[in-house]
């Protein structure tokens, strides 16, 4: 199984709205990444994880909200978004290598996020 | 910024042409990764090069590295109406364990 697999694929929410974000791995990767990705842009990294321990947070706002419940499993939890919140935000996963690099980035294929 | 530069920004080509996209970044890397995007969704990746090599090549793919110019060019031979799509460049950064990506390179092939 070498997927990344993130729910829902499209969500739709209005300012005041709790929602979250949810992503899964069966790989055995110990880390995992959000991204967030406007159009016709790079992806951005937001939050970084490894070994389910919060290791990189890149300033992101605290209206969103990152959590790893177990070494398979990422959550995005989103409160009082922006409309300039709207973006795809991809998750990611890694296997750490060797010296502590890690190898490539396994994608999840996204949730389109619509802040209304 | 967590951006790099890749360029150019848009290709346009015939089926059997060669594309070539440059990837330019900021900092020492321990790798350097080309990845591949359909219509907006998730990342694909291509091929990673270590900042130890300056060579690469996988199928119609070569990858190459040059760490004192800080840049990358990713080749793809004899394109492919498939192959079009949006290709990144990707760096991890060199004791922390970050990702981080260029600009894009928009390449369309014309059947």
């Known amino acids: 199984d070498t997927e990344v697999t993130q729910t829902p694929k499209h969500l739709v929410m209005g300012m005041t709205n709790k929602k979250s974000l949810k992503c899964e791995q069966h790989m055995g990767h110990r880390a995992m990444y959000w991204y967030k990705q406007k159009a016709k842009k790079p992806p951005e990294l937001m939050f970084v994880?490894?070994?389910?321990?919060?290791?990189i947070n890149e300033s992101v706002p605290s209206r969103f909200s990152p959590e790893c419940p177990n070494s398979s499993l990422l959550n995005l939890h989103l409160h009082a978004l922006q409309p300039e919140d709207s973006a795809l935000y991809l998750c990611?996963?890694?296997?750490?290598?060797?010296?502590?690099?890690?190898?490539?980035?396994?994608f999840g294929s996204g949730t389109q996020l619509s802040v209304l | 910024s967590q951006q790099g530069e890749e360029d150019p920004q848009a290709l346009s080509i015939q089926e059997g042409e060669n594309a070539t996209m440059n990837c330019s970044y900021k900092?020492?890397?321990?790798?350097l990764q080309w990845y591949r995007q359909n219509s907006g969704r998730g990342l694909v990746h291509l091929i990673l090069?270590?900042?130890?090599?300056r060579e690469k090549h996988s199928g119609r793919l070569r990858v190459t590295l040059d760490t004192s110019k800080k840049s990358s060019s990713l080749l793809i031979t004899a394109s492919r109406a498939a192959d079009t799509a949006s290709y990144f460049c990707a760096w991890e950064i060199y004791n922390f364990n970050k990702f981080y990506f260029g600009s894009g390179t928009k390449l369309n092939v014309k059947p």
């Open positions: 900092t020492s890397i321990n790798n």
């Open positions: 990611a996963s890694s296997q750490e290598g060797e010296s502590a690099t890690n190898e490539k980035l396994f």
């Open positions: 090069i270590r900042s130890n090599e």
């Open positions: 994880y490894s070994y389910e321990k919060l290791s």
